[in-house]
T-cell receptor, first 115, second 113 residues
Framework: KAGVTQTPRYLIKTRGQQVTLSCSPISGHRSVSWYQQTPGQGLQFLFEYFSETQRNKGNFPGRFSGRQFSNSRSEMNVSTLELGDSALYLC??????????????FGQGTRLTVV | AQTVTQSQPEMSVQEAETVTLSCTYDTSESDYYLFWYKQPPSRQMILVIRQEAYKQQNATENRFSVNFQKAAKSFSLKISDSQLGDAAMYFCARPTSYGKLTFGQGTILTVHP
């Protein structure tokens, strides 16, 4: 069974631009979550999508948005990029459902650098 | 507060020796899961071990085992017979809401040959 796939692996963008990251979950998994990882703030939860609906979100500004497609693939978009958005963005998938106590499987991440 | 705390920013161990990484957490729930994840330089977060709070027995996966103290809200990871490939950042984590894992700050483990 293929794992969680994130594309692209690396991105360099200029301040003010926007960026879209993609995540394909494990086959059969319906929940996709996104995290931002930085040396200063550690791992912070951005949002979670389940069955094409945002079910949970963290404390990030509206510049951070996402969506999920009918095949459970998810995209995350960051508009008007700031230098502070430079980070490793991780995607995780779980089977989803009403149970929160499930194992999450992570992709290799997208390293975003804003210059 | 749904916090997870790792008080050891860095640890080191000699190859073949044993090391224990500490984690404490806060919860008012009685049934929950706890995880240890490993993040090597390749950056992919890999699940090392899982503990279900309602189980009395400490989880074990090969050289990895946990010491789960529910009353103390403590969840430490013991790595026996350490190998060079164990060098990584280790995170303690707990699911706290839909799709959300709350992570500790991480512990960088160095393994010396």
């Amino acid at each position: 069974k293929a794992g969680v796939t994130q594309t692209p692996r690396y991105l360099i963008k200029t301040r003010g631009q926007q960026v879209t990251l993609s995540c394909s979950p494990i086959s059969g998994h319906r929940s996709v979550s996104w995290y931002q990882q930085t040396p200063g703030q550690g791992l912070q939860f951005l949002f979670e999508y389940f069955s094409e609906t945002q079910r949970n979100k963290g404390n990030f500004p509206g510049r951070f948005s996402g969506r999920q497609f009918s095949n459970s693939r998810s995209e995350m978009n960051v508009s008007t990029l700031e230098l502070g958005d430079s980070a490793l963005y991780l995607c995780a998938s779980t089977q989803g459902g009403r149970e929160i106590n499930t194992e999450a499987f992570f992709g290799q991440g997208t390293r975003l650098t804003v210059v | 507060a749904q916090t997870v705390t790792q008080s050891q920013p860095e640890m080191s161990v000699q190859e073949a020796e044993t090391v224990t990484l500490s984690c404490t957490y806060d919860t008012s729930e009685s049934d929950y899961y706890l995880f240890w994840y490993k993040q090597p330089p390749s950056r992919q977060m890999i699940l090392v071990i899982r503990q279900e709070a309602y189980k009395q027995q400490n989880a074990t996966e090969n050289r990895f085992s946990v010491n789960f103290q529910k009353a103390a809200k403590s969840f430490s990871l013991k790595i026996s017979d350490s190998q060079l490939g164990d060098a990584a950042m280790y995170f303690c984590a707990r699911p706290t809401s839909y799709g959300k894992l709350t992570f500790g700050q991480g512990t960088i483990l160095t393994v010396h040959p």
